[in-house]
């Protein structure tokens, strides 16, 4: 398993999927082309860019280069890195056909060859600075989710932050956990509770 900082992008869920048997790290589906239309998804992706840096692990087929193409074109600041998987001819064991190109895509990688790819493109195990201890426990209990409320102090709390508005709950929790622990997370809504009238 690589522990890695950088946020990593993907194409689709069964991408998700795979590369969670490989990383333990934040990792943000472009639902394929949908990306070119999702600027919510585009700004979270920015965000990333800037705040801890961006891994692209596109299929190495035309479509994945268009959309590696995209993300690279739509980001103007902070780091982004490239993962490329080879070309390996064969066909996903839940599809009934080949794609086009006759690829492999992210999918169905191999583990070994997905782990070799990040080693090649010079991304290896990163410590963390701060524990993942933000649950969705924690969320619920500082009124982030489950709350007539919980929207509007999830916004506020994004603007503070500086993050994407419109987040979902569980969007939200995944990005804290890059950012802080649970007792930081408490002393910035404590902060926001000075402003509780405004709600």
Request: hydrophobic share 40%; proline share 3%; net charge positive.
């Amino acid at each position: 398993m690589i522990k890695i900082n950088e946020a990593v992008i993907v194409e689709g869920k069964y991408d998700k999927i795979k590369l969670s048997s490989v990383i333990d790290g934040v990792i943000i589906v472009t639902n394929g082309f949908g990306i070119f239309k999702d600027r919510e998804k585009l700004e979270l992706i920015r965000y990333y860019a800037e705040k801890t840096g961006i891994v692209i692990l596109t299929d190495s087929d035309n479509a994945g280069r268009k959309i590696r193409g995209y993300i690279k074109g739509a980001i103007k600041n902070g780091s982004i890195k490239n993962v490329h998987i080879p070309d390996i001819f064969g066909k996903e064991k839940r599809k009934t056909k080949p794609s086009a190109e006759g690829k492999l895509g992210v999918e169905g990688i191999d583990v070994k060859t997905l782990v070799s790819a990040f080693e090649k493109a010079g991304i290896s195990s990163a410590e963390r600075t701060a524990p993942k201890d933000i649950t969705k426990v924690t969320m619920f209990e500082l009124g982030l989710s489950g709350g007539n409320q919980s929207s509007i102090l999830r916004q506020k709390l994004q603007s503070r932050l500086g993050l994407p508005s419109m987040l979902s709950a569980p969007a939200l929790l995944e990005i804290l956990n890059t950012m802080m622990t649970a007792d930081e997370l408490r002393e910035h809504m404590a902060a926001l509770g000075e402003c509780k009238n405004d709600l």
